[in-house]
């Protein structure tokens, strides 16, 4: 593919509280983007942070940002590194790619998605281990949970969906 410059439109969400760090971190987040190799930031608006509905203290904010991307990696990259709730590419309006590029980017996706998936299976590892220790040193706070989970799968789902009771059966009269 040639290097022709990428432009696209996305719009990153924050929830939070109070709503000043809201607004504040949309800024850092659309600051650290336009400080991303081959990504620069055209224009961004930041809204106001507005109230979580059936919640106490929550705010959501979010920022409508237009960029201007050096390769389809950087807009790849942004998926991935800032997980926009929206992206658009407007220009160009189609891309054609090599075999070679394609792989190159297939690639480096993969190589993200590997490391994702490391870090979950290390936190679920420490998680794990965590438990194990807590239990040692406190059993008696696992004693309560315990008696109330479900020891198997179909208890489990049991538990969840409650069955719908069966109509009355209607008595016959008797003649």
């Known amino acids: 593919m040639e290097k022709e410059k990428l432009q696209a439109q996305i719009i990153l969400e924050i929830l939070g509280r109070p709503p000043e760090h809201v607004t504040e971190a949309l800024k ?3 600051k650290n983007l336009g400080a991303e190799k081959g990504v620069r930031v055209i224009s961004s608006k930041i809204h106001k942070p507005k109230p979580v509905e059936n919640t106490k203290d ?3 904010a979010f920022a409508d940002v237009m960029l201007e991307l050096d390769a389809l990696e950087n807009y790849f990259g942004i998926l991935f590194g800032y ?4 992206i658009e590419l407007i220009e160009p309006q189609s891309v054609t790619l090599t075999n070679f590029y394609l792989n190159d980017l297939a690639n480096k996706l993969i190589s993200r998605l590997h490391s994702y998936d490391a870090i979950v ?9 965590l438990l194990s220790k807590l239990k040692e040193i406190a ?3 696992f004693q309560k949970m315990e008696s109330q989970e479900p020891k198997t799968l179909k208890q489990a789902i049991s538990k969840s969906v409650k069955p719908k009771k069966k109509p009355a ?3 016959k009269k008797k003649k």
């Open 58 to 60: 929550l705010f959501t």
């Open 139 to 141: 059993p008696h706070l």
């Open 169 to 171: 059966a209607k008595k």
């Open 28 to 30: 850092l987040l659309v």
């Open 83 to 86: 997980m926009p709730s929206h």
């Open 121 to 129: 299976k290390k936190v679920s590892v420490d998680r794990e281990l």
